[in-house]
């Protein structure tokens, strides 16, 4: 009989496959047609994260000792909550393969992968479940970035919703990805001997591998967002033209210099 959080993985993955599909059946806003597939991922992606996410935050306040020992304290539900995790990232897996090309996806596909087999080896051994649901905090930023791509897909930027969005994102970055990303380096570098050397290694590639795309992440939101955003006095001897936008609004940045491929 397969362990329960295969089962749990395996529902989660049909579900999120069954979400992408109904997606198809429903409209897709006219000013986000150009790219009917992205605003589907993105809307599957931003449900992932907003429950994920949430239901980290609400777990750990409420349970804490998943914090104090990652490796062992944790209730059931819990586990259930990674191996949701680990079906849409499948889901969302199958869904790059299917309709982009490898060359244009590699990198989320290497970032699931590792995911995958980080969350798998929490579901299946029933160890290292708090571990991850400190991880799943990243989640919240991911909604913020989820949601921001949404609205430059749909042409909403520049304005109030955008804005709100934007800075909404470099303060969950902030606080829901580089801390819990520092709190979970520095526990694996003090408990280095209780995890096994395999897992220690591929823990430490991927929290630094994110480390430092959610830096450049949080530089490109930055200077793209706010910094380009600020109006700036018509230089000497140049015709002021009118309806002239930033290149933050065009399409070519809604796939963009700004989002790096950042699907926790």
């Known amino acids: 009989m397969a362990p329960p959080g295969l089962l749990v993985a395996g529902a989660s993955f049909l579900a999120f496959r069954g979400l992408h599909w109904g997606l198809r059946r429903l409209p897709t806003l006219e000013s986000?047609?150009?790219?009917?597939?992205?605003?589907?991922?993105?809307?599957?992606?931003?449900?992932?994260?907003?429950?994920?996410?949430?239901?980290?935050?609400?777990?750990?306040?409420?349970?804490?000792?998943?914090?104090?020992?990652?490796?062992?304290?944790?209730?059931?539900w819990a586990l259930v909550l990674v191996a949701v995790s680990v079906g849409y990232f499948l889901a969302d897996g199958a869904d790059l393969l299917w309709n982009r090309t490898l060359g244009k996806t590699w990198d989320l596909l290497c970032h699931h992968l590792v995911v995958v087999s980080c969350f798998s080896t929490a579901v299946l051994s029933d160890h290292y479940v708090g571990f991850a649901m400190v991880s799943l905090l990243l989640e919240l930023n991911s909604a913020c970035l989820h949601l921001r791509k949404l609205l430059l897909l749909s042409r909403q930027a520049p304005s109030l919703a955008f804005s709100v969005t934007s800075w909404a994102s470099l303060a969950t970055l902030a606080i829901f990805r580089l801390v819990p990303l520092g709190w979970m380096s520095l526990w694996l570098f003090r408990q280095h001997h209780q995890v096994p050397l395999a897992l220690v290694t591929l823990g430490g590639i991927g929290l630094v591998t994110v480390g430092v795309l959610s830096i450049i992440l949080g530089i490109r939101i930055l200077v793209n967002d706010v910094l380009k955003s600020r109006p700036h006095p018509p230089s000497p001897g140049h015709e002021k033209t009118r309806g002239t936008r930033t290149c933050r609004d065009d399409g070519p940045v809604t796939r963009d210099s700004s989002t790096l491929s950042l699907k926790d």
Do not use: E
Request: glycine content about 8%; proline content about 7%.
């Open 32 to 76: 986000a047609a150009r790219d009917r597939w992205q605003w589907r991922n993105l809307c599957v992606s931003l449900a992932h994260s907003l429950l994920s996410g949430t239901g980290a935050l609400l777990g750990l306040s409420l349970y804490p000792q998943m914090a104090a020992d990652p490796i062992h304290g944790h209730p059931r």
